[in-house]
């Protein structure tokens, strides 16, 4: 079953045109991974199906049945997307335990909200030990999973992750893709994921996307893609 | 007791009064009950500027107007002040959101100044408004606190004597609360959650599904409100209310705001404390300095914290990786 469509979707930053015309397709359950070089609008994308503010988007994006069109950033959210920005994004003067909390902020399941922190907490025991720290004095890889942890305790259906692997110990991004896979797996999370790092991104994808200049110019399963010489070579860059 | 006679020399341009412990602490109650109000102003900026950026030059302006409100409610119409001051806060906590939603977000979407000339322009015309609905005479206030001229404890009999009037010790008491009452909305409620995240990450805090415009008006109205208990303790103070009431006084909350870091509520506290004592010590120490310069003190203070340390006592330096 299709929960995003999306469309002809066109994106610019005031008078610079970044998307022309995105097509693409995620399933329910899937993992899809967006690749492509730098500049070729990959995080545009990502925000463009938030609706972002700052951005002019037209086109159609529709998510599990209705179109995502000109909602709120918020309404976005609790529609069930949560967006892993570039480089965390995590609230620097906020605790770890903020943090999460703010995370849920759409949910008033209290009880719940507790028991799926200490569920992440139990995932990350380096944030546990952090909880009353405020996130601005966490490594890289502790924001990292902090930003991660934070995006699920909105329970979204569908997850979008904004270059994860991002200058991160290689140990660091090995434990957060293999929480990516499991969350897949056990809470049937979908993912759309943005990656330089192609090999890691197509282990763990079922489809991949390949975007240059604001527009798809290939797609296909990620095995394929992953053992295609011609692909490699032009697109992937190894 | 005059420590200065003790003294082998003179000192050139030191008041000799100053050396009187009565005439001293005096001098250091008046300087933290301005203080106190200087604070609250202070707090209202701070408010304002944490989730939005920019300061908002009417604040002061529209605590004349609710202060002035209360004057008519109370004194021309007779309503009690319990209800005529409530009623004048969240009048003005009402406006001060719907000047937030319909004034400032459309001309702050487009960026640069655009906000800044639209406070000074509130200012001026809210200024204006009141002079031509009230009068350019000053009226006598609405009291809260009990003003009459014997309503003081005398701590030191003097001449000079040493005492700390009711409504000095009212004006501490009310803006303790505030202060206890904020830290509560912010660290123990769930509004307050969405608040410090609009602050400390606007983006983020739309991408957790937090109303990020909504917390900008939450802001401006908290800061309302408190402006307008400010010039309502103020001109309790002052014993006379007209429409250039709170004209000077954002100017020192601007001050302490500076002082301490312009996104720190215990530094806008501090600050305003410092701003007041600053205000009421200085001119009376140094003869050459008369009370008609105290207006400088604050500018001068402004100046200072942005030359020595731009982060004030309590800001944080802003970090940024690039």
Redesign the interface.
């Given at each position: 079953m299709t929960l995003l469509t999306v469309e002809g979707l066109e994106a610019s930053y005031g008078p610079v045109r970044v998307l022309h015309g995105i097509d693409l397709t995620v399933e329910r359950g899937e993992v899809v991974v967006l690749l492509g070089a730098n500049g070729a609008g990959k995080t545009t994308t990502l925000r463009a199906l938030?609706q972002?503010?700052g951005l002019s988007t037209s086109g159609r994006v529709d998510f599990d049945g209705r179109s995502l069109v000109g909602c709120?950033?918020?309404e976005v959210?609790?529609r069930g997307i949560?967006?892993v920005?570039q480089g965390r994004?995590?609230?620097?003067?906020?605790s770890v335990e903020?943090n999460l909390?703010?995370?849920a902020?759409?949910r008033r399941d209290r009880r719940e909200v507790r028991q799926d922190i200490e569920r992440w907490y139990d995932t990350f025991p380096r944030l546990a030990d952090r909880r009353h720290q405020s996130a601005g004095t966490l490594s890289g890889g502790e924001q990292q999973m902090l930003a991660v942890a934070?995006?699920c305790l909105?329970r979204p259906q569908l997850l979008l992750l904004d270059e994860p692997s991002l200058g991160l110990a290689p140990l660091v991004i090995q434990h957060l893709f293999e929480i990516f896979a499991e969350l897949n797996r056990s809470d049937g999370t979908t993912i759309l994921v943005v990656e330089q790092n192609a090999t890691l991104a197509l282990s763990i994808a079922t489809r991949a996307y390949v975007i240059e200049s604001g527009q798809i110019v290939l797609t296909g399963p990620a095995a394929e893609l992953h053992h295609d010489d011609g692909v490699r070579r032009a697109y992937l860059g190894f | 007791m005059n420590l200065l006679q003790t003294l082998p020399w003179a000192v050139p341009g030191v008041n000799d009064a100053f050396f009187d412990l009565s005439y001293v602490l005096q001098l250091v109650t008046t300087g933290l009950a301005n203080g106190a109000v200087y604070a609250l102003m202070a707090l209202s900026v701070v408010i304002v500027y944490r989730t939005t950026g920019h300061m908002n030059f009417a604040q002061g302006e529209m605590g004349t107007i609710g202060c002035l409100l209360v004057f008519s409610i109370s004194v021309e119409r007779g309503v009690p002040y319990w209800i005529s001051i409530p009623a004048a806060i969240a009048l003005s906590m009402v406006v001060g959101a719907v000047l937030q939603r319909t004034l400032v977000q459309p001309v702050e979407?487009r960026g640069g100044m655009g906000v800044v000339l639209v406070t000074l322009g509130l200012f001026l015309i809210i200024n204006a408004v009141d002079a031509v609905i009230w009068g350019a005479d000053p009226v006598t206030p609405v009291t809260p606190f009990p003003s009459e001229a014997g309503d003081r404890f005398i701590i030191l009999d003097g001449p000079p004597q040493f005492a700390i009037r009711y409504s000095t010790i009212g004006i501490w008491i009310t803006l303790a609360v505030v202060v206890g009452l904020l830290w509560l909305l912010l660290q123990r409620t769930?509004l307050g959650?969405?608040y410090?995240?609009v602050?400390?990450?606007p983006?983020?805090?739309?991408?957790?599904?937090?109303?990020?415009d909504r917390m900008l008006m939450l802001g401006w109205a908290l800061a309302a409100g408190i402006g307008t208990l400010a010039a309502v303790l103020f001109s309790q103070k002052t014993g006379s209310l007209d429409f250039n009431l709170m004209a000077a006084v954002i100017l020192y909350g601007l001050a302490a705001a500076a002082l301490g870091g312009f996104d720190s509520i215990p530094g806008a506290v501090v600050g305003g404390a410092v701003v007041g004592l600053v205000e009421s010590l200085v001119p009376a120490f140094f003869s050459f300095i008369g009370s008609e310069l105290s207006l400088v003190m604050a500018l001068v203070v402004i100046v200072a914290v942005l030359l020595v340390r731009p982060q004030g006592i309590f800001g944080?330096a802003k970090v940024v990786r690039v």
């Open positions: 938030c972002l503010p709120r950033t918020e959210v609790r949560a967006h920005p994004g995590t609230f620097p003067e906020l903020e909390d703010a995370g902020y759409l934070r995006a909105s | 979407r769930r959650l969405g410090r995240a602050a400390a990450n983006e983020s805090a739309l991408l957790v599904g937090i109303p990020k944080k």
